[in-house]
Structures are given as C-alpha cells and as structure tokens.
C-alpha cells in the first residue's frame, strides 16, 4: 500500500490563479479531510468526508472547495488563491468516523504571491 | 509544554535521557487524545492514543498520561534517541469529526 498520496510536492501561485491539490489514498478509507498547517498554529480543518458524494465543512473553508467522487480521491481546489491561503496542507484518512488512527499525507508546500 | 504562539517551544535532551513533553487540552467533553510525531518536511505520524476512560497507555518506549482534572496529556519517550528529534503534537477529540490540534513541542535530541 501506498498510504496516502499528496500532489504536488511544491507549488508557487500568482494571486487569483487556480489550483487543485491532488490526494489519494489505496486503504479504502471512507473518512478523507485536508488540512492546513500554518507557522505557530495546530492543524486546522478545511474540508471532510464521510463517504464518496459527501463532503462539509471544517473550520477554515472559505476559499477552498472539495468534491469526493471516488473511496479513493479526494481533491481540494483554490479557486482564486490569495496570498492567506499560503501554508502547507496536509490530506488524512481513516477507516472509521470516531477514535481511529488517521493516516496523513506527506503534504503540499503552497506559496501565493 | 504547547503554546500558541510563532516559536515552538523546544526539549533539549541528551542520547538515553527520558523526554516528557506536555499538552494542555481545552475541552472537558474530549473522549479521545492522540499524540503525533511529525519530522522536517513530512506528515504527522501516529505515535499513541488515549480514551478518556483511561489514565495511562503504553507502547514501545511510549508512554502517555491522561489527567483530566487538569486536563494535561503527557507523552514519556524512554531512552531517547537521535531519530526522535521531531516536532510532537497532540490531539483531542472534541465531537463527532472534530479532532483540535495542539501547536507543538520540538524535541532536540543530542547525541
């Protein structure tokens, strides 16, 4: 198994373009949801799922959008990058909902100029 | 311990030395505590969990205390060695979905 899987590794955005950062993982996880981790901050949660078609809101959403078309994928879209959206961001799942070992991916360094 | 702030607070350790780091949680109603390690350039990684109905859970040179009156969070690593040089964080699980991270502790370990 790969675990999860983030792409890309690195990426440098001008201000307005769009992007979707890529997040697989081959564990047949039902629970997916990204994270950003920023300087002197936890984790914070953007997005989730609980199954393929189902997605909602963490606690930092706006800005970003999510769709779960597959058990496996799970993409997060900028579409309109702002320079606060500059962090690194990490994709996570687990089998379960509640009190299971949440497996993260290796992340996505974003820089927004 | 954790703190919010942009400078992570840092363990100095010797080789061999036990290392406690600490985390003070905020939530009374949390059920379930997990501790990550995370290394330069990487995604956190699982070390250990807790359930609120215990007060102490090992693992391999691991060891995590639970104290909910003060609702503090230990992680013990016994023996510590070079390759545990990371950033440890922990975790609570406040509801359904909802897991609060800690900012961090950073663990120097001296050969």
């Known amino acids: 198994n790969a675990g999860v899987t983030q792409t890309p590794k690195f990426q440098v955005l001008k201000t307005g373009q769009s992007m979707t950062l890529q997040c697989a993982q081959d564990?047949?996880?039902?629970?997916m949801s990204w994270y950003r981790q920023d300087p002197g901050m936890g984790l914070r949660l953007i997005h989730y799922s609980v199954g393929a078609g189902i997605t909602d809101q963490g606690e930092v959403p706006n800005g970003y959008n999510v769709s779960r078309s597959t058990t496996e994928d799970f993409p997060l879209r900028l579409l309109s990058a702002a320079p606060s959206q500059t962090s690194v961001y990490f994709c996570?799942?687990?089998?379960?909902?509640?009190?299971?070992?949440?497996?993260f991916g290796p992340g996505t360094r974003l820089l927004v100029l | 311990g954790e703190s919010v702030g942009l400078h992570l607070p840092t363990l100095s350790v010797q080789e061999g030395d036990n290392s406690i780091i600490n985390c003070a949680y905020s939530?009374?109603?949390?059920?379930?505590f997990i501790w990550y390690k995370q290394e330069s350039g990487k995604g956190p990684q699982f070390i250990i969990d807790?359930?609120?109905?215990?007060d102490k859970r090992q693992g391999q040179r691991v060891t995590v205390l639970l104290n909910k009156t003060v609702k503090h969070l230990s992680l013990q690593i016994a023996a510590t060695q070079p390759g545990d040089s990371a950033v440890y964080f922990c975790a609570e699980n406040t509801g359904f979905q909802k897991l609060v991270f800690g900012t961090g502790t950073r663990l120097l370990v001296s050969p």
């Open positions: 807790i359930r609120s109905n215990m």
């Open positions: 996570a799942s687990r089998m379960g909902l509640m009190k299971e070992t949440q497996y």
């Open positions: 939530n009374s109603a949390s059920d379930y």
């Open positions: 564990m047949n996880h039902e629970y």
